[in-house]
Every structure is written in structure tokens, then in C-alpha cells.
């Protein structure tokens, strides 16, 4: 990703940081921030936009690329401290430990605030958080620290509250449609609005594929014929999931996990009963012998490719929104009759739920029950459906039909689903609030 757009609220951040660091009479409450989110989604960027700021601002700038190992980091580190005229105790040679590293970054902090960059933090590799949480524990009690990091998944220092209570998650997100339109704005090519469409629609503003598929598109390809369809979801699988998503996942498993994820990005939020439905349905061949082996599957998946999310609320796990985009659009071109069929059973199994509980997870339910209904149905059919879902939800409580009224409005994902149909069935919420009333 060459432009960069859609981050003024993350670089706001870090001009206020820079401020605050550079006052004396002010300490950073939060010295640490974890910008994080999926590969390709623009941290590294992002981090060289710090980088440039600290040059701006005349501030001490240290760069660790975590993906090194920690004996290239320590080198790296040291030659870095003595750019800045520092004459360090030991010879860079002889650099080997944690505890040097430390020291040299002491000798640097006195000289004034400094702000250390660490990009590709591994979340799922042990000996490497171990070694951060140290160093950061010696350190950041320093109020001239400040330190950005970026990572897949977001940090916790689970081990250490204390470091836990300086930190800050900022996730980073696709761009949304604006960002999107200056993105395609920004690299000078005349597309008309239709294709524009078809992009985001495609990629879902994730920077990494957005690229990818602005290439394709400026090559002559177009993603309103179709066979250029099929060659378009080829170089986006091949660019984005085969050389970054899945990039560590070996080759003899790429075709089972790309199936697999395929599957799971067909619903927006999954437990491990849909898991196991899809799964023995739709690709049988990839089935596991018994209920009980599906529960690891998520951490297997995620293990090598962490693109699995699991909800704070307990709704269930959901695949990264841009890995999702992809993967739907994906087995609709080249499985249309498996994707409609997948969206059929998924109307059925949640509206089954949806009359077995109560509450919020009956609203839930009802909800993604007209979500696969818009992805599988004739949308004629839409209203009349609807109507036989408010029935059910004001028997149950005026209140419930409030909750639902109230999620049904945000629900950005549905309102794209239904198109037209939105107005119509949100005028017979309308309605319906109306006469209960």
C-alpha cells in the first residue's frame, strides 16, 4: 500500500503522545500502544509514519522488526544507540544479552525522550513476549519512553498488570467507504464508480487486497465480466491469502485451509455446532472423526493463520472481516450453488434457535436468520418473511421489539443484504412499534 489514508485518528494519537512527551510537566499515562490487526492491513506503514514524525520532531527513534530474532535485534538496537554519538560501556561485538540491550537504552533515555518502534510482534510466540514484557518492565518506568508496537493480535501482558495498565489497544480496521474512495483517488487512474463498487465490495476496504485488486483492474481486467471475475478471485487468493493470510501454513495443507475458512466466512458469527454442520455438509472429505476434535480446530487455524476472532460476549467465533470478504466472494463466483445452499441452512439453524431462547439471543438469532434469508432468498419473498419475524418477537415482549428495532438499524451488513428491502421492513418495524404502543 502505497497511499496513505484513513489513519488521522491513529497519527492524532501520536502527535498528542509526542506533545505530552516533549512536556515536561506532563507524563504519558498510557506510555505504550499496541496498534494491531491483520497482516496487510497497514501497521508497518503506519509505524514508518511514526518513524518520519520522530524526524520531524527532532526525537529519538529506535526500530526493532520483532521477525528478526532477538540476536539480530540486539545488534541492531546497539548500532542504532551509538548513531546518536552515544558511547556505549561494551563493544557491539560483544552483544548477546537482553541486559545490554537495556543498558544501552538507558544511556540513550538520558539523553532526552526517545520513542521506540516495534514492528511484527508475534502474539503466539512465547519466548518472544517473554523477552518484551522484561525489557519493558526495566524500562518504561522512564517517563522519556514512549513505545509503539504493532501486532496480528492484540497484546495483553497477561503476566504483568502493572505493564498491562500502561498499554493502550488501538485496532486497525479496513478503510471504510470514504477512505476507500480516497485510497482509489490517490493513485491517479480513472475508475469509473461501478468498478469502484465492485472494489470495495470485493475487498472490503482491507488495504493489502484493495492493491491487489487496483492492479487487476488497471491490467484491463473487469469485475463485471465474468470470466475476468474468476481471474480477479484467483490473483486476490493468490496475493493476499497464499502470500500473506496463509503464508505460513505449508503448502499441502493451503487447499484444506482455504475450504475450510471458505466455510466459515459464510456466516458472521459461528459456534462449534455451525462449524461441524458446515463442515459435514458441504465438504465431507474434511470432516473429523468425532465432535470433541472440532474444538481445537479454531486454535489450529489460528496457530498459522490468525484470522479467527472470538467474541468478548460469547457470541461465537468470526473469520477477520477482510479474510471473510474475500473467501465469500470466492465460493460465490466459483461455488455459487455451495454458497446459497450454505446461506439456507444457516436461515434454518438460526431461526430454529431463535424460537428455542429468549432475550438477546433470541433478537441475535432473529437477526442473522434475515441475514442468510437476504443472502439465499428470492428478496420478494423478504417482507413476508419479516412480517412472520415481528410477530413472533412482540409476542414475546414490546421490549424485545425495541432491541430489535434498535440492532436492525446499525446493522450496516444487513442493510447492504436487503438493498431496497431495508426501508420496507424497517417501516414495518415502524409500524409495529407503533400499534404497540
Not at 484491463?220 to 478471485?233: A, C, M, N, S, T
Not at 412480517?387 to 409476542?395: E, G, N, P, Y
Amino acid at each position: 500500500m502505497e497511499s496513505f489514508v484513513d489513519r488521522e485518528t491513529a497519527l492524532k494519537y501520536i502527535d498528542n503522545a509526542f506533545a505530552t512527551l516533549q512536556d515536561k510537566k506532563s507524563l504519558l499515562r498510557t506510555p505504550i500502544i499496541d496498534f494491531y490487526g491483520i497482516g496487510g492491513i497497514g501497521k508497518t506503514f503506519l509505524l514508518k509514519k511514526v518513524q518520519q514524525r520522530c524526524q520531524d520532531e527532532q526525537l529519538h527513534c529506535i526500530w526493532v522488526d520483532a521477525s528478526e530474532g532477538i540476536s539480530n535485534i540486539l545488534h541492531k538496537v546497539i548500532h542504532q544507540v551509538q548513531q546518536y554519538s552515544i558511547t556505549l560501556p561494551f563493544e557491539d561485538r560483544d552483544t548477546n544479552s537482553l541486559s545490554e540491550f537495556i543498558s544501552a537504552m538507558k544511556i540513550l533515555l538520558k539523553r532526552g525522550p526517545v520513542v521506540m518502534l516495534f514492528d511484527s510482534i508475534d502474539t503466539s510466540d512465547k519466548e518472544q513476549l517473554s523477552w518484551l514484557e522484561t525489557l519493558l518492565r526495566d524500562l518504561s518506568d522512564d517517563n522519556n519512553l514512549f513505545v509503539v508496537l504493532t501486532s496480528k493480535r492484540a497484546l495483553s501482558f497477561e503476566n504483568d498488570r502493572s505493564l498491562a495498565r500502561k498499554l493502550t489497544l488501538f485496532p486497525l480496521r479496513p478503510f471504510d467507504r470514504p477512505g476507500c474512495e480516497a485510497y482509489l483517488n490517490t493513485i491517479g487512474n480513472q475508475i469509473e464508480t461501478e468498478i469502484r463498487d465492485s472494489i470495495f465490495l470485493w475487498t472490503r476496504g482491507y488495504p493489502l487486497a484493495l492493491n491487489v485488486m487496483v492492479q487487476a483492474v488497471t491490467s484491463g481486467l473487469d469485475p463485471r465480466k465474468d470470466q475476468d471475475q474468476k481471474e480477479i478471485i484467483t490473483y486476490l487468493i493468490d496475493q493476499v491469502l497464499n502470500r500473506s493470510v496463509l503464508a505460513r501454513v505449508d503448502l499441502k495443507e493451503r487447499d484444506r485451509y482455504q475450504t475450510v475458512l471458505s466455510l466459515l466466512s459464510i456466516p458472521r458469527h459461528f459456534n462449534l455446532i455451525v462449524m461441524e454442520d458446515l463442515i459435514k455438509k458441504f465438504t465431507p472429505d474434511l470432516a473429523l472423526a468425532n465432535s470433541l476434535e472440532y474444538f481445537g480446530l479454531p486454535r489450529e487455524i489460528n496457530q498459522t493463520t490468525e484470522v479467527l476472532d472470538w467474541n468478548a460476549t460469547g457470541i461465537g467465533f468470526s473469520v477477520d472481516a477482510p479474510v471473510r470478504a474475500i473467501l465469500s466472494v470466492k465460493l460465490k463466483i466459483e461455488q455459487p450453488e455451495m454458497y446459497y445452499a450454505a446461506h439456507r441452512l444457516l436461515a434454518q439453524t438460526n431461526k430454529k434457535w431463535a424460537i428455542e431462547v429468549s432475550g438477546a439471543d433470541s433478537i441475535r438469532y432473529l437477526r442473522e436468520y434475515l441475514y442468510h434469508s437476504g443472502c439465499s432468498e428470492d428478496t420478494a419473498t423478504l417482507p413476508q418473511l419479516f412480517a412472520s419475524m415481528l410477530q413472533q418477537i412482540t409476542q414475546r415482549s414490546p421490549e424485545s421489539l425495541q432491541q430489535f428495532a434498535s440492532e436492525f438499524s446499525q446493522d450496516e451488513e444487513l442493510r447492504e443484504v436487503l438493498g431496497e428491502n431495508f426501508e420496507t421492513l424497517s417501516s414495518l418495524i415502524e409500524n409495529n412499534s407503533l400499534s404497540e404502543g
